[in-house]
């Protein structure tokens, strides 16, 4: 079993040296929409998305007409990668009832194009409950497409490799497009900051791992932050996992699996600090809920994500709610200290 899933990393990681996740400016595609952004299927539907790994996705043939286009679109955060609709996206998707969003299960593995000013950027592909492969590609689940997923007026795809590979979605030409038809919004940074606090660990018989997140505003708008110093810690922690260590030498990876989260029964609007535009701020977390982490060198990274709120709530006078998930920064860190809890757990 180890062997096995160290042979499906060793593949992933293989798939991502190879792919790219840049645009391509030679062999424009000519799509029949002209505009600056566009999400396209491939004009083969029976294709999936593992049948264009290997393939120059520039010379791919694409449908006749855009799934999803600028004009559909209020704005594209870019942080998030959210995308904000003028209307619900009930016609996005043919399965369609009462609130409820279901991806047929021909769309299982289905490939996307993301096109920016009529060239090809990168791929997708969606998730359904059919899937069984994973594949290094952004992808869009019917989880968060269903009624327990984003808001009414909200897609967005997901990136879940973390460590191995950049972000493809984060693709300046497809940046560039977005600024040139004015959907673009910077949205906000997260990442983790070492500059006056360094990462601790304190090994006990639940691992605690301390770590400070500098939030930075990037958006034209003031943006409400879900705020890790005010919300309550085990409603913070049920929509954060926190940081992800990888240990750069035995490849095993260290998660908070243990830590206390707590679902809370309604939305407060007062877990939230306004940050105005290009402002920022910083918070320390102590977060405890890892195993015992040996001492050794270690990437780590960690997420941010908040309450996904209606537009009826997002909107305020004041600011918008940023909605959303993003990934930090990845540091090299190293943990040597052997407190008497390390040294009782190596006799």
């Given amino acids: 079993m180890k062997n096995m899933t160290q042979n499906k990393v060793l593949l992933l ?3 991502l040296l190879i792919l790219s ?3 391509e400016k030679e062999n424009p595609i000519v799509p ?3 505009g600056e952004f566009a999400i396209y299927f491939l004009k083969d539907s029976t294709l999936k998305i593992k049948d264009i790994l ?10 006749e007409a855009p799934w999803l286009t600028a004009n559909d679109i209020e704005f594209y955060d870019f942080s998030s990668h959210c995308i904000y609709l003028k209307k619900d996206k009930s016609y996005l998707f043919p399965n369609y ?3 409820y969003y279901q991806l047929p299960k021909s769309w299982t593995d289905r490939p996307w194009i993301v096109v920016a000013n009529n060239v090809a950027c990168y791929q997708g592909y969606f998730v359904t409950d059919a899937s069984i492969d994973v594949f290094p590609f952004p992808e869009i689940s019917a989880l968060e497409v269903g ?10 795809s997901e990136w879940i490799f973390w460590f191995f590979h950049s972000d493809p979605r984060d693709n300046e030409l497809v940046k560039e497009a977005l600024i040139q038809s004015g959907l673009y919004h910077g949205g906000i940074e997260v990442t983790l900051d070492t500059t006056n606090s360094p990462i601790k660990v304190f090994n006990d ?3 605690t791992v301390e770590y400070t997140l500098r939030f930075k505003n990037n958006d034209q708008d003031d943006l409400y932050i879900f705020d890790p110093a005010i919300v309550d810690k085990e409603i913070f922690h049920y929509h954060n996992n926190g940081p992800n260590l990888l240990n750069v030498n035995t490849g095993k990876s260290y998660s908070s699996q243990y830590m206390k989260t707590r679902k809370p029964d309604l939305w407060d609007n007062n877990w939230y600090t306004l940050l105005k535009s290009g402002e920022s701020f910083t918070r320390t977390i102590r977060l405890k809920g890892y195993p015992f982490i040996p001492p050794g060198t270690y990437l780590i990274q960690s997420g941010y994500s908040v309450p996904r709120l209606e537009k009826n709530i997002r909107e305020n006078q004041q600011g918008r709610y940023w909605l959303g998930q993003v990934l930090t920064n990845t540091l090299r860190i190293t943990i040597t200290n052997l407190d008497k809890d390390i040294k009782r757990k190596s006799n």
């Fill in 13 to 15: 990681v293989f798939l």
């Fill in 21 to 23: 996740s840049g645009c």
């Fill in 32 to 34: 029949v929409y002209d």
């Fill in 54 to 63: 290997d393939k120059d996705i520039s010379r791919l043939e694409l449908a």
């Fill in 97 to 99: 009832y009462e609130g």
């Fill in 147 to 156: 009624t327990w997923g984003y808001p009414k007026d909200i897609i967005t």
């Fill in 205 to 207: 018989d639940t691992t």
